[in-house]
C-alpha cells in the first residue's frame, strides 16, 4: 500500500491540487455523521469535478484495490456515507459536481448533477414553472446523487412516489471506472433489463451515479390541509380510505400523529395545539392539485362522512398558508420535538396498509411489557405505510440507561414488523446501522441475489464495502 | 441428453401426466406465435400448477442443462414467449397458475399468480370498488405473467405509469429452482437492492414470475374525452402541455392520429369521421378522476384556449358512453385496419416529448427518400413520448416488394430515433424481433451490465435462450 500522501499526488493528478487532500482540518466535515452517530477516519478525500474524473478515480481506486466512500450531502440516516474508522477508505464527495445540465419543460424532464442539494433542483423545476415534488427534512442539505443512493422518501411519496419513481436516466461510474451513460428522457424504454432501479437504493455499493434525469410535474395550484382529531388508528384508516376514494390521487398526503406528539410540539417547538379538544390521535391531510377549483368541496365530502361516521372526532380546516404551515409545524418538528423528552428509540417501519391498526395495537403492548411506562410514538407517513415508530423514554427514567436497551427495543418492533410482512427500513435505508439485521428480515435468496449482484459489479469489493451488505 | 419421452416422464412425475406432453396437436397452440411471425418446435410442454412445481421443473431442467421458454397468454409481440426452431426447449406455460390469491382493498393491493389474464385482474379489482389501470388490446388473452416480464405498456401508461409501476412484489423462480419470496405489499421498502424491477421486463430471460403483488387504485368516477382535430404534431404538443397544467394527473390519455389513420379507421373498420372538417392530425384526449366534478370545465378550459391560439381546429367531447367508445374504436381499430391498405412495417418508438414534432418532420422526409410514395402512419401514446410509427406500403404496390424492404424502413426510423435519443421498443420489448438491433442502440456499458446479470442469475443459460440479449 502506498501512503496517503503517494495516493493524495495520485488523485491530485486527475482533480487538481485543491480537490484532493488529506488534512485532518479539511477532512473534518467528511468523516462525521452529522448527529455524531458515526466518526469515521479516511486515507483523504477527493472530490472530482466531472464524470471523467470519477471515472479515473475510480479507475485507479479498483486496480490498487481501494475502498471508495461515495458522499453526497452528509444527511444519511443510517451511515452509509460515512467512512469505517480504519482509515484506509477514500472518501469521494460529488459536491463540486452541481451543475444542472438542463431543464425541459416541454419534456417534462431536467438533467441534474449528483451533487445538486434538493432544494436547488426543487428550484429549478419552479423556475420552468414545474413541480419537482421530492420533499424532506434535509433538502438545503442533502444532494440529488444521496437522495437516490438511498431512494429517499420524504412527505409526498403518497402521490408522486419514491425517488426512485421520480427518475427517468442515470449517468452512472461502475466500481471499474466504465461508464454508463444511461440519461435518456424516455418515459417508455423496454430495450433490455432495468438497470437503473438497481444503483437507485443501492447506497453507493454497486457504482457512483453522477448524473440523472429527473421527472417534473405540472405545479399545483390548489392545496387544501386539515387537521382531524381521531379516536384510533383504525378511524385513520377508514378516514385514508375515504380520502382516496373521493380524491384518488389528490390525495398528497396523509400523516399520522399521536396524541404525545402533538404535546411534545406544543411543549417545546413553540406549536399551537390545533384543535380545541384533545384527541388520541391526530391525522394531517392535504389535498392538491393542478386543477384550481373543487378541492375544498372534496375535503369537506370527506370530513363530512368521516365525522358522521365517528371516525373524525373534530378538524380544522386551514384558511391561509399561514395556517397551514402551522399545521405541518406540528408534524414536521416532531423530531426534534422529541430530544426534550430524553432518549428515543428510532425506528422507520413500512406495513401493509389494512393492519397498521393492529400492529400499533399489539406493538405498544409488547413494547409496554417490554419497559413498562416507555412512551410509543408511532408517527409519520400513514399514508404510505410508512410509521417512524419511535419509543420515548420512560418519565425519570436514565437517558443513558434507557438508550443501552436500544437492541432490545429494536428487536420488539422489527420482530413484529417482520411477522406483518412489513420492512425495517422503509425510507433510511440500511447503511451500518441496520446492516446486522438484514440476514433475519430478509428473504434468503433475495439475499443470495444481492451478493452475487454486488459481486458481478464490483468484484473487489472496493465501492462502499462494510455497508447495507 | 434423454429423448423427449424420458424427459416427458420426468416432468410428468412432478406436474402429473397430463400436464406434462409432446404430443405435436397438443403442443401445437404454444409453439406459434398468434400473427404467424414464429413458428417454433420445442422437446415437450410441462404446465405446471404451483411455485413448487414450477421450482421442481426448473432444478431439473438446470441439473441437465436444458432450454426453458416461460410462456403466458402467448400474445407477445417479439417473439419472446415462442420456442426456437431447433426442437430441444421445453416450453413451460405458466397459465395453470391462475389463482387470485387475495385482494385487499384496504392496502389497495392484489396478489395474483403469473397465469391470471389481465381483464380477470382487471374484474379481480372492479369486484372490489378499485382499478386496476393497466389495459391493452389483448387483455382477454394476456397472463400477468407476460405482462410483467415485458413490462407492458398501453393505454393507461400517462396516469398510471407502465407494468412496472404497478407491482409492489414478486414471487420468482430462479433459473436453478430456487424461490425468491418476494411478495412483499409495501410502498415503502429499502431494506437493500430492487431485485423486482431486474425481473420485469427481462422477457423471462432472468427468472420465472409465478405470482405479484399488484397496486390498485380508486376507480374513476368521472370521465371526459374529446377528439381534436390539430393542423400540426406541434400543436399537438402544446395541447399536451396544456392539458398537464390544467388537469395534472387527471389527464389520462394523449393519443396521436394522423388523417390517414383516421380514414383507414373509417373506410375499413366501420368508424365515422369524428369531425365534420378534415384535419391533417388528430388527438384522442381523455381526462379522468376520482373525483365526480369539474372535468368538463377542465377540459373546456384546456380545449377553448388551444382553439384560441389555433392548435385546435375544431373538437367534439363526448356525451355519451356510446360516443366516447365511438372514438376510442378510432384509435383502437387502427392496427387492423392497416391491413387493408397493403403491407405495412411496424416501429414501437419513444422519444423525449419535446422532439416529436421535429422527429415526425425529418423522419417523414426521410422515409420518403427513401421508398418515393411510402405512407407514414405515426400514431400512439404521444402521451408517453411512444409513437407506433407504422410504413404503409405506397399504393399500388406489391406487398411482398414491400415487406422485403422491411429492414431497410426499419433502418430510417431508427437510425434517427437513436440520433434523439429515443427507444426502438418502447412497449413491445425485445424478444427475437428486435435481438439483432440490441447492439446497435445500446449503451455498451448497459449491455456489458446486462450480459453479466445474465450470467450471474443463469449461469447455465437456460432461461429463454436467444431472446433479448
Redesign the interface.
Known sequence: MLDAAAVVAQLAAIVGEKYAFADPEAMAPYLVEWRGLYRGKALCVVRPGSVEEVSRVLTLANMQGRKVIPQGGNTGLVGAQVPHESGDEIVLSLNRMDRIREV??????MVVEAGVTLLRAQEAAEGA?RLFPLSLASEGTCTIGGNLG??A?GTA?L?YG?A??LVLGLEVV?ADG?????L???????????????F???EGT?GVITAAVLKL??R?RQMVTAMCGLPTPAAA?SLL?RA???????VTTFELVPRLGIEMSVNYMGCRDPLQGQHPWYALVELS???D??LE??LEEILGAAMEAGEVEDAVIATSLDQRNALWKLRETLSEAQGFEGGSVKHDI??????IPQFIEECNAALEQAMPGCRPLPFG?MG???LHYNVTQPVGMDKQAFLARWDELNRVVHGLTARY??????????GRL?RHL?AE???P??????R??K???DPKGILNPGK??
Open positions: 425541459d419543460p416541454l419534456s417534462d424532464t414553472d438511498s431512494n422518501g411519496v402521490a419514491n426512485r419513481d461502475l466504465r461508464v454508463w451513460h444511461g435518456g428522457k424516455l418515459r417508455k424504454d423496454n430495450t433490455g433489463y432495468d438497470l437503473k432501479n438497481l437507485i437504493g443501492a454497486l410535474f405540472p399545483p384508516l380510505g382516496k376514494a373521493v380524491a384518488g390521487n389528490n392539485s393542478a386543477r377549483e373543487g368541496g372534496a413500512a406495513l401493509p396498509l389494512a393492519c407517513h404510505d405505510g410508512n410482512g412489513g420492512s425495517i427500513s422503509a425510507e433510511h435505508g440500511i441496520k438484514l428480515v430478509k428473504d435468496v433475495a439475499l443470495e441475489m444481492m452475487a449482484i459481486a458481478t459489479l447495507v451488505l
